[in-house]
C-alpha cells in the first residue's frame, strides 16, 4: 500500500538515516533564506511523497521555512497498519534530531498531517521543558475517531509548552469543529487556530477545483506566519 500516492513532480532531496535502530527515509526541501527549519510527518494511510506533503514543503520553503519530511518504518516496508505507538513516538524523535543536525543553529518546529501531527504533540507532551521544538503545526488534527466524539485526544495537549496551530477543516469528520474550537479555548494563548470553511479532512472545499498540492502549499505558506511569529523572526 505504502505511500501508493506519490508525487512524481517532488523536486526535494531524498535522504536515508539511522537512529536507534531504525532506518528511515526521508525528503529535504530547503528554502533559500531558511529561518527556521519544520520536520513534518505524513498522516496514516499516505507517506511522505503524498501531493499534500510535497505542497506543504513547498508552501514551507517558499516562506523561509527549510522542511524535513520521513516515513514512519511502516510505510517504508509497505505495511497498510502503522507502527505501535512506541515506534511512532521513536521515530519522531529520530527526526527531530535529524533536523537539528540539518538547522545549523536556526530554530525547528514539528508538525504533520493527521496522525503525524498527533504523534509530535505526543512526544511534546512527552518530553515537557526537554522538547528541542520552538512550536507544533497540525495540518487536520484527528481530535476523534469519525463518530466517535466522546472519546477525544486531548488529554496530552494541556502538557505542551510551546506554541501550538491547528489549521482545521470545518467539515473534517475527525474533528467536530465546535469540539476543536472549545479545545482550543480550553488550552489558552498557546493554541491559535485556522480555519478553512468547508474543509473536510483533506481540506477539500466542496465546490472548488482544488487540488492536495495546491492545498498543501496554500496551508504551508499560512504555516510560515505562525513560525515566524514563534520563533522572533
Do not use: C
Amino acid at each position: 500500500m505504502a505511500d501508493a500516492k506519490v508525487d512524481r513532480a517532488d523536486p526535494s532531496e531524498p535522504f536515508t538515516f539511522e537512529e536507534a535502530g531504525l532506518s528511515l527515509s526521508g525528503l529535504w526541501t530547503e528554502a533559500a533564506r531558511p529561518i527556521a527549519v519544520a520536520a513534518i510527518a505524513h498522516g496514516a494511510g499516505a507517506g511522505m511523497h503524498h501531493p499534500f506533503m510535497t505542497g506543504a514543503a513547498e508552501g514551507l520553503a517558499a516562506g523561509g521555512v527549510s522542511a524535513l519530511r520521513f516515513n514512519f518504518p511502516y510505510m517504508d516496508a509497505r505495511r497498510r497498519r502503522p507502527d505501535p505507538p512506541p515506534v511512532l513516538l521513536e521515530t519522531w524523535e529520530a527526526a527531530v534530531r535529524q533536523a537539528m543536525a540539518r538547522s545549523h543553529g536556526l530554530p525547528v518546529v514539528a508538525g504533520g498531517k493527521s496522525m503525524g501531527g498527533r504523534i509530535a504533540s505526543m512526544l511534546a507532551a512527552k518530553q515537557g521543558p526537554d522538547f528541542p521544538g520552538t512550536a507544533l503545526v497540525f495540518f487536520g488534527y484527528p481530535l476523534h475517531r469519525p463518530g466517535m466524539t466522546d472519546h477525544l485526544r486531548d488529554a496530552h495537549l494541556p502538557r505542551i509548552r510551546v506554541p501550538m496551530l491547528f489549521i482545521q477543516g470545518t467539515r473534517d469528520p475527525l474533528a467536530r469543529f465546535d469540539l476543536m474550537e472549545a479545545l482550543v479555548e480550553r488550552l489558552g494563548p498557546i493554541a491559535r487556530l485556522h480555519v478553512v470553511t468547508d474543509g473536510d479532512h483533506s481540506f477539500h472545499v466542496r465546490g472548488e477545483r482544488d487540488s492536495d498540492r495546491g492545498n498543501g502549499r496554500a496551508l504551508g505558506q499560512i504555516a510560515v506566519a505562525f513560525v515566524r511569529a514563534a520563533v522572533g523572526a
